[in-house]
């Protein structure tokens, strides 16, 4: 039973920064996409960043391009969001994604519906 455990979520003021961590557990395979996506009240979820625990391949939405950075860690199993320069816009409720599989190498792909497993979500409020 795959399981996805973040951390890091909380309250900072605009300019401020957060980290926010999605351990794993449970995977029988070692390659696959794995992410973060947000939901700001009102609005759908939509992607922010995207990595292949294979290697790099690593994706951004415009929004976050120069202020965020995605990593993972192998050996823990583990996603790093470092978020800077957090602005109001940035405030949502926050989620890990991962896929079961991703054998081929290949760039990771927003479509939701791709990710198997969901974190229970981490609240991000960025104050002006």
């Known amino acids: 039973q795959v399981q996805l455990l973040e951390s890091g979520g909380g309250s900072v003021q605009a300019g401020g920064s957060l980290t926010l961590s999605c351990a794993a557990s449970g995977y029988t395979y070692n390659t696959y996409c794995m992410g973060w996506f947000r939901q700001i009240s009102g609005k759908e979820r939509e992607g922010v960043a995207l990595?292949?625990?294979?290697?790099?391949?690593?994706r951004y939405t415009d929004s976050v391009k120069g202020r965020f950075t995605i990593t993972y860690d192998n050996v823990k199993k583990t996603t790093n969001l470092q978020m800077n320069n957090l602005n109001p816009n940035d405030t949502a409720m926050y989620y890990c994604a991962a896929e079961k599989v991703r054998l081929a190498v290949g760039t990771c792909e927003w479509h939701q519906a791709e990710y198997d497993y969901w974190g229970q979500g981490t609240q991000v409020t960025v104050s002006s």
């Open positions: 990595i292949y625990t294979g290697g790099g391949r690593i």
